[in-house]
């Protein structure tokens, strides 16, 4: 089953919203060609401590506070 957001969400909701500053949208799609340096260097640093924290061994973290791993 897909489920597709409406153009409408790029205005009405604001997590979807908030997407626009690393080139998402829901009219648009990704527009990652018109990112900013310092935006790319960020998302390349998110991509890098995302998949950090994926390979954490989860017997090592001591707890999860505000979705937040703390170690």
């Known amino acids: 089953m897909h489920r597709w957001l409406p153009v409408s969400a790029?205005?009405?909701?604001?997590?979807?919203?908030?997407?626009?500053?690393?080139?998402?949208?829901?009219?648009?799609?990704?527009?990652?060609?018109?990112?900013?340096?310092?935006?790319e260097r960020g998302l390349v640093r998110a991509i890098?401590?995302?998949?950090q924290i994926i390979g954490?061994?989860?017997?090592?973290c001591i707890a999860i506070c505000l979705g937040f791993l703390m170690v």
């Open 48 to 51: 890098a401590t995302g998949n």
């Open 10 to 39: 790029d205005t009405t909701n604001g997590l979807i919203n908030s997407f626009q500053q690393i080139g998402l949208s829901v009219s648009k799609g990704s527009e990652w060609k018109s990112l900013d340096e310092a935006t």
């Open 56 to 60: 954490f061994p989860h017997g090592q």
